[in-house]
Every structure is written in C-alpha cells, then in structure tokens.
C-alpha cells in the first residue's frame, strides 16, 4: 500500500501524537508498504522551523511544510500558525503521488478535511484518527459557549468530516457511542487502543527507579500523575486530596509532564505550603520505564463532561509498567471500563476529594496492591499492546483497499 499520514507534529517531535504517528508509520515501512508524511516544519508550540523541510527517517518519507510565527502567545497568534500550516498541508497532501490510503489526526483542530479534499478530488481513502473531537473539546472545557454561531458552524464542519471518512479510529467506546450519534455510520468507526508510546516499558520495582534517589522519595509511598495535565484534566480534586493529607509523613504526590493546569497546581501547592507534593517537567522518553516505575498508585483525571470527547492515553504506559491507576473521572469513560473489567484499578468521581485521599491512605497500608498492578500489566500484555494495535491499523488499512467482511477492534 501507499499510505499518506498528515499532523502537524512528527518525528523527532515528543508530543504524544507525534510519537503514536512515528510509531505507526514506522510499523508500516518495515511490513513493505509506502508511507509519506505531512507535517510541520516547527515543534509543536514553539516558535521558529528548526526541522529539514525534507527527509526520509527510516524509510519514511517526511515532507515539512510552514512555521510556527508565533508559538504559543496566545489563542488568537496560534490560529494564525493554524491557518498557515493548514493551507500549506494542503497544497502538499494533494500534489503527492498517487496513493491508496490518507490518515488525518486532529492536530491542528479540522486538519482531517485535508484527507476528506484528498479523497475528493484524487480518490484516496481517507481515515480520521480522532485523538480529540473538535469543537466538543473546547465547549467542554469551557472556552467555546456550544450554542453559539462559532461552535454550531465548527461542529458542522467536523461531523461531516466524520460521516465521510471511510474509517474513523476512535480511542474508546465512550468516543465511539459519541462519534456514532453525530451521524457517522457504525460501520465506519473502529476502537484501536493508543498504545504505550516506547517499548522499553517493563515491570520494575518502585524501589529500583532512578527517580526514588534522585527525588528524595526513598522509603516513600509515590502517588504519581505523569504527563499532560490540561484543561480537559481535573486537577482541583487531585490537589485537594494532596493538601487533605500533607501531614501524612509517609505519602508523597509526584506530577512530572506539563500542560494549562500544572501553573493552578503550583500556585496551589506554594498558597497551602504543600511539602507534601514534587512537581516536575516532562521527562524523556528514554527514562520512561523508570518514572512509571516510581509510582506506587499512578492517577488519571478527566473532568466529566469531557467523557467521550478526549481520553488520557497514560492508561496503557501505567498498566504496562505493572502499576495501579486511580482514574478520577466518569464511570462512562473509556478508563473507567478498562479498570474495571480488568480489575486492575479504581474510580472516583470528580470532585470527591475525601474520598481520594481515603482511597490513597488506605492503598499506602494496603499489602496486595502489586496484584492490582500485575493484573494490568496481563490486560495490557493479552489487548493492548503497541504490536497488537499496530496489526490491528494494517487489517484495517487493507480492508479499505481491499474491503472484507469484518470490523477491526482489538
């Protein structure tokens, strides 16, 4: 196959669509199909094109296109970069060779009607990989009113897109169920998981992490949030649980990554003087095995109303390292299901505070809690897995070019 991957983040990008795309481009190359990727010439929010407007990474061909002007100054400056980089992707995308598939993400928001222009004038298959959905996201975080012109038009957009995809690969089933109701037929939305995004993650005891000494965590019980914590996370319930029991002197909160909401949370913990809590940056890749690895119990938020619109994909990276997650969100989610029916961790709903920090307190005394751990670590190893969702991508990819009976879902 000839397969097309248009996103504005790539290779050697670390943004988490970058690495999942890298992933799946990669996988492709070596089962001998053909892929070309469109991407952007800058990393994802920063000013600048620091990257070769051409070159081909492990047999990838990698074709860079605009620059970012402005970074990440502010909304209005971003949609400007948006726009360019839009209409630079789309003039490449379409004056690529021949090809039989084109795979669109979501970032920036609407970039997908590049694969929809693609198979409407050279007659590609088109797919939409939603990571996010558009503009539900930014209504349900509160900075996009959902009646208004703006909202009602964007949707518009977007739920076209959807209904003429010839797949849509969606997160989970809440995404799916929500996907389904804005008119895209059932049979062309498939569930593929996003897998944790580096093969190097392995089962470690917590006290071998490197992180224990370098953070002065030894002999401590580790609550640990890693990665993204943005706008559509809840951080109020975690930070409130963290102060509930800063004078627990063997409990210690660990958030290591970035996103909108990490400033709430370290002026929080400077107002309540929370010695209790170690905030850090986002960590590389590389050292990934060993921050999992720091966690006794790994969280996972999401606030409620944005069920279905976005999923923490940290779920699988926690359950792979052999770790239990407390999901603070709706029982709705995607997250929420997989815990449960793996038994492999907890839920609490958003805003009990009480009732997260009880859970913490009980889990720091709790002798078992590694058999909680370990029976992720089995779910991850027997669904979701990078191979088994790689493979999963191919069986859907040659079922577009040529169709068979059956629907692909891990």
């Not at 693609?118 to 996009?144: E, H, N, S």
């Not at 518009?156 to 996907?179: P, S």
Request: glycine fraction near 8%; proline fraction near 5%; charge should be positive.
């Amino acid at each position: 196959m000839k397969i097309i991957l248009v996103n504005q983040t790539f290779y050697p990008d670390l943004a988490s669509t970058a690495q999942h795309s890298f992933d799946l481009c990669r996988y492709l190359t070596r089962q001998g199909h053909q892929v070309a990727v469109v991407t952007s010439r800058s990393f994802y929010g920063e000013a600048g094109a620091k990257l070769p407007s051409r070159e081909t990474v492990e047999g990838i061909e990698i074709y860079r296109v605009g620059i970012s002007l402005f970074g990440k100054k502010s909304i209005a400056l971003r949609l400007i970069d948006f726009g360019l980089f839009y209409l630079l992707a789309l003039i490449r995308a379409l004056t690529l060779p021949k090809a039989d598939v084109i795979i669109a993400l979501t970032t920036p928001p609407f970039i997908a009607t590049v694969g929809y222009l693609r198979k409407l004038t050279r007659g590609t298959k088109f797919v939409y990989w939603v990571m996010d959905l558009y503009p539900d996201t930014p209504i349900a975080c509160g900075m996009l009113k959902g009646d208004s012109l703006l909202a009602k038009f964007l949707g518009a957009i977007n739920n076209f897109t959807l209904r003429h995809a010839d797949q849509n690969i969606l997160l989970g089933r809440c995404m799916e169920n929500l996907v389904m109701a804005k008119g895209a037929p059932p049979a062309r939305c498939s569930v593929i998981a996003v897998w944790s995004v580096t093969q190097e993650t392995q089962t470690m005891p917590t006290e071998q992490s490197e992180y224990r000494k370098e953070w002065e965590l030894e002999g401590k019980f580790v609550v640990m949030y890693s990665g993204n914590l943005g706008i559509g996370h809840d951080a109020k319930t975690l930070y409130l649980a963290a102060e509930m029991l800063k004078d627990d002197p063997q409990i210690r909160f660990v958030f290591a990554g970035g996103g909108k909401r990490v400033a709430e949370l370290q002026n929080y913990v400077a107002a309540k003087n929370l010695s209790n809590v170690v905030i850090k940056p986002y960590q590389p890749r590389e050292r990934l095995g060993h921050l999992l690895a720091l966690g006794n119990v790994h969280l996972i938020s999401l606030l409620e109303r944005a069920t279905g619109v976005m999923l923490p994909s940290k779920l699988y990276g926690i359950m792979a390292a052999a770790r239990p997650a407390i999901f603070v969100g709706s029982p709705r989610s995607e997250v929420a299901m997989v815990l449960s029916e793996n038994n492999c961790g907890y839920l609490i709903k958003n805003d009990d505070a009480r009732g997260l920090a009880d859970l913490i307190q009980s889990q720091a005394k709790d002798t078992e809690l590694d058999l909680v751990g370990r029976r992720g670590r089995a779910a991850n190893d027997r669904l979701y897995t990078q191979r088994r969702c790689l493979e999963a991508w191919e069986k859907m990819l040659h079922s577009l070019v040529a169709p068979g009976p059956s629907k692909t879902t891990p």
